[in-house]
């Protein structure tokens, strides 16, 4: 099945294959440009997102460990929920640094 799904600037185009267990395996790509907070001066900017995905969907529980893809439990497949995790993942990234505060020391003292 293909994926084409885009929210709050980022797209998802990926392919979703079903496996044999029941899961779901899920290859694309993620990109687009979206508003984020810088961590050090706390202002929103642009930041651009170009990242190869790599999901596989399981049934919780889930015990085990996969080297290749990224595990994500989920009863449904449900790629709005999958989305609006990988945006707030970007979203509360550590690495959100605006271009002014990139030469900046973080732990500067008061």
Known sequence: MKINKTKEGLTLNAES??????DYIITGKLSGDIEVECVKCLKPFMRHIDEDIKFKIVKPPYEGFDEEYDIIEQEKLDI???L?????SIKNDFSNICKSCENEEFNKEF
Not at 17 to 22: A, D, F, P, R, Y
Not at 84 to 88: L, Y
């Open 17 to 22: 294959i079903k496996t044999k267990e029941g």
């Open 80 to 82: 709005d929920e999958i």
């Open 84 to 88: 609006n995790s990988e945006i707030e």
